[in-house]
């Protein structure tokens, strides 16, 4: 069990993806001050499910990515920070806010990669990458570059799957590499039936 430092917010973050945050609640800007006097400065993103990011009082969701900081600018009375995401964790256990949100957490444990998964890729890849080139307001491009890696890649075809964020949830809690490729094909395939009808 580790004691993280959290972050909720209103959007799901995944493994191997970047995290552009606007931080100016004094709560967070004295989090990421303390978080730059550590060696690994890493907090916890979960999914706010009821509620909103300013000012408390949100049901948060029991499943998360810690966040790796990598840089922090100053800009006025904001702090212009990106992270990255780490590994998932499960919540344990909410702390008292010390002025900022704390929990207990346990690490998932990561998933794992058999190339046998290979063509399921390739497909959820490029399904992902042709509703990006047609959906109304996708956030990301349809050729954004994806890693090497197979495990790492298939984290980050989650995080630019234009999908809503229960849908990034679904994704973010995944078992298995097959389970979270063929969720990823499902539920876009399910977003762009949705758009087609409009």
Not at 65 to 89: K, N, Y
Not at 124 to 129: S, Y
Not at 145 to 160: G, K, Y
Not at 171 to 188: E, F, M, N, P, Y
Request: charged letters at 25%.
């Amino acid at each position: 069990m580790v004691t993280l430092a959290m972050f909720p917010l209103g959007s799901v973050l995944f493994p191997h993806a970047p995290l552009p945050l606007r931080v100016f609640e004094p709560r967070y800007l004295t989090m990421v001050g303390r978080l730059l006097d550590e060696d690994d400065p890493q907090f916890g993103v979960v999914l706010i499910e009821r509620g909103h990011e300013v000012g408390g009082g949100d049901r948060r969701s029991g499943v998360g990515t810690m966040a790796r900081l990598v840089s922090v600018a100053a800009g006025g009375d904001v702090l212009h920070a990106v992270a990255v995401g780490t590994e998932r964790f499960t919540i344990d256990q909410w702390l008292d806010d010390d002025p900022y949100p704390r929990a207990e957490v346990t690490p998932l444990p990561d998933l794992e990669w058999n190339e046998a998964l290979t063509p399921l890729h390739s497909e959820a890849e490029a399904i992902v990458r042709r509703a990006l080139g047609r959906a109304p307001e996708a956030r990301w491009d349809a050729d954004t570059e994806l890693a090497e890696n197979p495990l790492t890649a298939a984290w980050q075809l989650a995080a630019i799957a234009p999908l809503g964020e229960y849908d990034q949830y679904t994704l973010l809690r995944s078992t298995t590499a097959g389970g979270l490729l063929r969720q990823v094909i499902d539920l876009t395939l399910e977003a762009e039936l949705l758009w087609s009808a409009e």
